[in-house]
């Protein structure tokens, strides 16, 4: 019988076998290798945020506002009190005792914890109940008596800055209006309006990117533990920035940052959902504290869908134009909205995010864009949702202009791409608003994306079917991405500096353990990272573990999201892998009785020049080095190191997408049928890895682009707050014969080794590109030459007959 | 999650045991068979007995699909599975049941989902009531001390939500009647598999001798209840079959249906729609007869 | 009220409320943590675990375990991810497919898709033969947000032509 420890090349971590963790066939460095942490996850071994159990733990539930804007005048919660199974119930003038009513966000504003005088969005957070079991904390809930008067709310972001639309932030001194942040500008005004005079064809749309939700499967939780002797506080919580999380508890709470220890087990996906610090964190920490005893916290999908961190929401009226067949000019002049409180996630100097690449993959003459961003009653948020810093929405309105020039210049969208790309001879490119290109070659991967589709075939199908009254549209995009943020004379957020750190130890068996700050929610950093030291050091990735999550046993960096993974935390490990080569090289030298300037380096081990028998390997070195031996002035025993990197630059991953679908001219219904993607992310670690994370970045594109909106009533009650009404697509939405990638490499010129990062790349450059495609089924038919997402049948039919909707 | 209010919990032995049941407690117990539909919205808090009375013990006694005479007879406990699969099914009513009950919900949610389930949660936009509506299917109701009385359709469903079936009363049984020379079809559109349908049509036809004997056209979707289409029922009888009189069904459901706007389209739209599925389905419907 | 259900073969006896769902017999009280659940209404699969039922002759098939009461499973035979492998640790194929083919991400939907796939080959007649179709159909009550779905397929099929290859590795931690 063939067991799974005597297959080769199916053992998946075996307790019985080798080592837990241990993949067969794993390549000394880069190369296709089975992820380590499956060992776990296939088991159901897995250790998520409800699986967090303590001694005592109280369990709790949140009661949220059924209105988007209402006075409070009064909350009875002695009812409540008053079941068996509470132990406590928190609201708002409770947090004021502890200074916790107010937290701060990530961009500089404040956010209820609680609300007090008032509530600003549907759903928000109004009381915290702690009692002995989840169902009675849910139970309780039922019987708190909160009096309300309703008010008008701000549900439509135009009209968040008429002079009679209500006040949201009336606790902010000074707000006199509902603008959330100042108008932010990039790129040369004159410039732009002068390549406008001098162009042949401008295309003008409103482009809205809708509000969506990154929606992981796992939400967000916390078990927040303080301990009233010792003040120490043990954070349980699932995120994508431990060691920011733990400086913003210190701020918020007022503690000490070395008594606060965030630990971070398995994480259920982010995809940005698990970037900002959420009410309900803070409720469990104050529930801790008042109640004495570890509190757990998991929000329902409702509560995450409908509270916790959104994306997208950008509404930008925008203008394209060309001169002699090129695209030469962008205007663009946006309103973000974030709803009640200004929680985006944005590097700080830079409130729109990244939204200024929006040149997108084009050699502009002029480029101009403007943003400013509202206060509505609606769910604050703006998270990069599989995204650096709004380059989504800046892809999304540069790849859906680009087709809609193509269509007022009659022109194929693919050859307008082709004449107006980056050529691979202007790289490093500045772009019209600043941003340095590190690397790329457009023209090939688009060649290799229309090879691959055989787009011209495709575009005499479409006539074969049009003339038999079948619609089939095939849509184009080409993205360039900034990712892995950032140079920190550029980039911080609150005031942190956006670069990550590692320390590397290599035991003197010659196993190592490499530590970072980077975090993990299924990205497979336990493979890849332990590949990257595998390629610097030559020791297998089986015997490199590596550790996270845990903020008292990691070192300090900003961690993951913005695809910053690789390029920065991975600039890390292989910086700090090099430290420890260059000290294994010291040691090498006293081995071998040579200079250590003679040596060479081949993975595994040094040797000395012009004489490769004499060598020692990195495990020989390991043991000598911490071995009893008489080690030389200014060399300390022990094979470690430790690096912050700080990234030059931003990596500019890029890729050419196309998509196929067939359009139901009766109902409007869209059926995906191939989707193209060549992806050039530079170096791939992991070609298996970086596969997966294209996949999964393509499905949610899918959903954008289909499916998944929230959106509000007329009162600003949020409808999508269900797995009933926000639909995640299923496998059937997909291609049903799998999806068709290719990839090009261009090295990073800068990044150590010269990786690019590539986990939003699929998500960023797939919604316009499916978009474009259902718009060109409509425009191929009937002349139909924009329609907003998401694609809904109803929403298509009605584009179909020339009544698109247009945004709210 | 969101978890179910306090309630308490027996299983019946019989039917007859479940019905005493009910009566015993009053009015303040449901049925819980599949749980599909019961448990979600317990979980919501938007139901909440006191008491359920699980019937899924009941398999032997409930769960069956056979022919009697002229008549199909599905047992309230009949899973969406055994619809799917069900080989009888198939040959009286060819493609009608399949293609339905392969679009109802996902392959879970079918593996125990019931009959009964479907049609006692009233819910218009459910694919299975649809065909049950177009077949001019009728609902064995049981009470106590034994008491039946067979409902149709029409008298089944009195709004979202809402049945006939009174508080000490369960459906038992689902009674359809046979036809020589059979063909029906279900289209249905959503917005994304598993999900209740925007628009959905189901149509039943007979045709014998170039004309068709029989015809049951339904709408789910656009409508208090699933829309039993009786004007193109009457417009199709006696005819012989087309595509111009499918057309002319078609524009008959979009007039005669009542579609709300909601997320998921504008009435007008589901209008349309309710038109396009109708002649669709009635176009397929009709091959199948013939063939 | 007490509730006896037996979980990887091992009968659990737990005084629990009735309105205790499933998912949180299986969490809280047998305390197998590798049974997970991702919404309230019954649409994401997350919590799906295999259930023997004694009143039909059916193989064990996939139910969402949030969406029956524990006291409805009295009775049944269920079986999580934590009985999936043999008991001396042999992993069944579904398992080993899912790793071979990089078909999880965060892990967090695995093993109710594993349970979801398994089930497929289980009662298909030709397991190695499904369609790409039948497939996604299969697991299209199994959400999940990382892998983008074509990993999986292959893993279901990786795992259906390991059983072909390897008849007895089929077994199942109960038989």
């Known amino acids: ?808 | 999650m969101q978890t179910p209010a306090p309630c308490e919990y027996s299983r019946a032995t019989s039917v007859d045991d479940a019905i005493a049941q009910l009566q015993a407690l009053g009015g303040n117990a449901r049925i819980l068979a599949g749980g599909y539909s019961l448990i979600p919205m317990m979980k919501l808090r938007l139901a909440n007995p006191g008491h359920v009375i699980d019937i899924n013990p009941l398999e032997s006694e409930l769960n069956y699909i056979r022919q009697e005479g002229n008549e199909i007879r599905i047992g309230a406990l009949t899973r969406h599975v055994n619809m799917l699969e069900s080989d009888l099914l198939s040959q009286v009513f060819p493609h009608i049941f399949r293609e339905a009950e392969a679009v109802l919900a996902d392959p879970v949610v079918r593996n125990r989902g019931t009959m009964g389930g479907s049609l006692c949660q009233s819910d218009p936009a459910e694919d299975l009531s649809g065909v049950v509506v177009a077949l001019k299917g009728e609902a064995v109701l049981r009470g106590p001390g034994g008491a039946e009385r067979v409902v149709g359709m029409e008298e089944f469903h009195l709004g979202p939500y809402m049945t006939s079936v009174q508080p000490t009363e369960m459906l038992i049984e689902v009674r359809i009647p046979t036809h020589s020379g059979f063909g029906g079809a279900h289209e249905k559109v959503e917005r994304r598999a598993g999900d209740f349908a925007i628009v959905a049509a189901s149509a039943a036809l007979a045709i014998e001798g170039g004309r068709i004997t029989f015809a049951g056209v339904a709408c789910s979707a656009v409508g208090p209840t699933t829309l039993h289409i009786e004007r193109a029922e009457k417009a199709l009888v006696g005819q012989a079959p087309s595509e111009d009189l499918f057309a002319q069904c078609g524009q008959m459901a979009a007039a005669d249906c009542s579609p709300n706007s909601d997320g998921r389209g504008p009435a007008d739209y589901k209008r349309h729609v309710a038109g396009v599925l109708t002649t669709r389905a009635l176009s397929r419907a009709a091959a199948t007869a013939v063939s | ?175």
């Open chain 3, 1 to 175: 009220m007490i509730v006896n259900i037996s979980i990887n073969g091992k009968v659990q006896s737990h005084d629990v409320e009735p309105r205790l769902l499933l998912v949180h017999y299986i969490r809280e009280y047998a305390e197998l943590h590798g049974t997970h659940w991702g919404c309230d209404t019954s649409n994401c699969g997350i919590c799906i675990v295999l259930m023997d039922d004694p009143n039909t002759p059916e193989p064990p098939y996939p139910v969402k375990s949030c969406t029956m009461l524990a006291a409805m499973a009295e009775g049944y035979e269920i079986t999580t991810v934590e009985g999936m492998a043999h008991p001396d640790g042999t992993l069944d194929p579904i398992q080993m497919g899912f790793h071979e083919m990089h078909a999880l991400q965060c892990g967090f939907c695995t093993p109710g898709m594993m349970s979801t796939g398994r089930w497929l080959i289980e009662r298909h007649p030709n397991p190695t033969q499904m369609t790409d179709h039948e497939i996604r159909d299969g697991i299209s009550g199994n959400l999940c947000r990382c892998t983008g779905y074509d990993n999986i397929v292959k893993a279901i099929r990786w795992a259906a032509s390991y059983i072909e290859e390897h008849p007895e590795s089929a077994r199942t931690a109960r038989t």
């Open chain 1, 1 to 808: 019988m063939a067991t799974i420890e005597t297959t080769p090349g199916r053992n998946p971590g075996w307790a019985g076998g080798g080592t837990w963790g241990e993949v067969t066939d794993a390549p000394i460095g880069f190369g296709h290798m089975k992820r380590k942490e499956d060992a776990r996850f296939i088991r159901g071994l897995g250790d998520y945020m409800d699986d967090v159990r303590l001694p005592g733990m109280l369990h709790s539930a949140i009661l949220r506002s059924p209105y988007a804007h209402a006075t409070i005048n009064s909350i009875d919660t002695s009812a409540a009190l008053a079941h068996p199974k509470v132990a406590a119930v928190v609201i708002a003038k409770d947090l004021e005792t502890l200074g916790l009513a107010w937290m701060p966000t990530i961009s500089y504003d404040t956010q209820a914890v609680l609300a007090g005088d008032k509530v600003r969005f549907h759903l928000q957070e109004v009381a915290f109940v702690i009692a002995t079991d989840a169902y009675a904390a849910q139970d309780a809930l039922q019987l708190i008596e909160v009096d309300y008067d309703v008010l008008p709310a701000v549900v439509n972001c135009r009209k968040a800055l008429d002079p009679d639309a209500p006040l949201i932030r009336d606790d902010k001194v000074g707000q006199v209006d509902n603008l959330a942040s100042p108008l932010w500008e990039a790129g040369d005004k004159a410039t732009c309006d002068r390549v406008f005079a001098e162009a042949d064809v401008v295309a003008i749309r409103t482009v809205l990117d809708p509000r969506s939700h990154p929606c992981p499967m796992e939400t967000c939780g916390m078990v927040a533990d303080m301990n009233p002797a010792t003040g120490q506080l043990n954070i349980y919580n699932g995120n994508q920035a431990p060691h920011a999380h733990r400086t913003v508890y210190a701020q918020v709470a007022g503690l000490p940052e070395q008594n606060i220890r965030i630990l971070c087990n398995d994480i259920g996906g982010g995809f940005g959902n698990k970037v900002p610090v959420y009410p309900g964190y803070v409720c469990a920490i104050a529930g801790s504290i008042v109640a004495g005893a570890p509190v757990k916290w998991i929000e329902d999908r409702s509560e995450n869908l409908a509270s916790t961190g959104f994306a997208r929401d950008y509404l930008m009226y925008s203008e394209m134009c060309s001169k002699g067949g090129k695209i030469t000019g962008l205007r663009v002049d946006a309103i973000a909205d974030h709803g009640a409180f200004d929680s985006t996630a944005q590097a700080t100097k830079f409130p729109a995010g990244f939204f200024h690449i929006v040149t997108g993959s084009y050699d502009l003459q002029g480029a101009h864009c403007q943003v400013k961003a509202v206060y509505t009653n609606k769910a604050p948020g703006g998270v990069a949702y599989r995204c650096s810093f709004r380059i989504t929405e800046a892809v999304y309105l540069v790849e859906r202009m680009v087709d809609a020039l193509a269509m007022e210049m009659r022109t194929d969208p693919v050859d307008l791409r082709m004449r107006s790309f980056i050529r691979s001879d202007q790289f490093p490119y500045e772009s019209a608003t600043g941003w340095v290109y590190d690397s790329g070659d457009y023209h090939k991967a688009m060649k290799l994306a229309l090879e691959m589709a055989d787009y011209d075939g495709l575009r005499r199908e479409q006539q074969e079917k049009l003339a038999k009254g079948e619609l089939m549209g095939i849509g184009i995009s080409f993205f360039t991405e900034g990712v892995g943020a950032g140079p920190r004379r550029h980039m911080d957020i609150l005031g942190l500096a956006m670069n990550d750190g590692a320390e590397l130890r290599v035991h003197p068996s010659g196993k190592a353990v490499v530590s970072i700050s980077a975090q993990t929610q299924g990205q497979g950093h336990e493979t890849t990272f332990a590949q990257i030291v595998a390629e610097e050091l030559g020791i297998s990735p089986n015997h490199i573990m590596v550790r996270h999550g845990d903020t008292d046993k990691t070192p300090y960096g900003l961690g993951t999201y913005g695809s910053r993974s690789t390029p920065v935390s991975g600039g890390a490990v292989a910086v700090v892998s090099r430290k420890v080569r260059d000290k294994a090289r010291q040691f090498a030298a006293l081995m071998l009785e040579s200079r250590a300037e003679d040596l060479a380096w081949e993975k595994g081990r040094w040797f000395v020049r012009g004489d490769p028998e004499r060598g020692a390997t990195i495990e020989r070195i390991a043991e000598y080095a911490y071995s009893a031996t008489n080690l030389p002035e200014g060399l300390e025993g022990g094979l470690d190191a430790n690096a912050v990197y700080d990234p030059p630059n931003l990596t500019y991953p890029f890729g050419a997408y196309i998509a196929v679908v067939d359009v139901d001219p009766g109902t409007g219904k869209v059926h995906m049928r191939r989707f193209i993607a060549v992806d050039d992310c530079g170096v791939r670690i992991n070609p298996l890895v970086v596969e997966g994370q294209i996949h999964g970045g393509l499905v949610e594109g899918i959903g954008q682009a289909l499916m998944e909106i929230i959106s509000f009533d007329e009162s600003g009650n949020c409808m999508n707050a269900s797995f009933m009404d926000y639909l995640l697509p299923t496998a059937l939405e997909c291609p049903e014969h799998g999806f068709e990638l290719g990839e090009t490499v261009t090295p990073c010129p800068h990044h150590p080794i010269g990786a690019k990062g590539v986990g939003e790349s699929p998500c960023v450059g797939s919604p316009p590109c499916i978009a474009n495609a259902v718009v060109d089924a409509l425009y191929h038919a009937k002349g139909i030459k924009y329609m907003d997402i998401p694609c809904f049948p109803a929403r298509v039919w009605a584009a179909m007959n020339g009544n698109a909707q247009p945004p709210q």
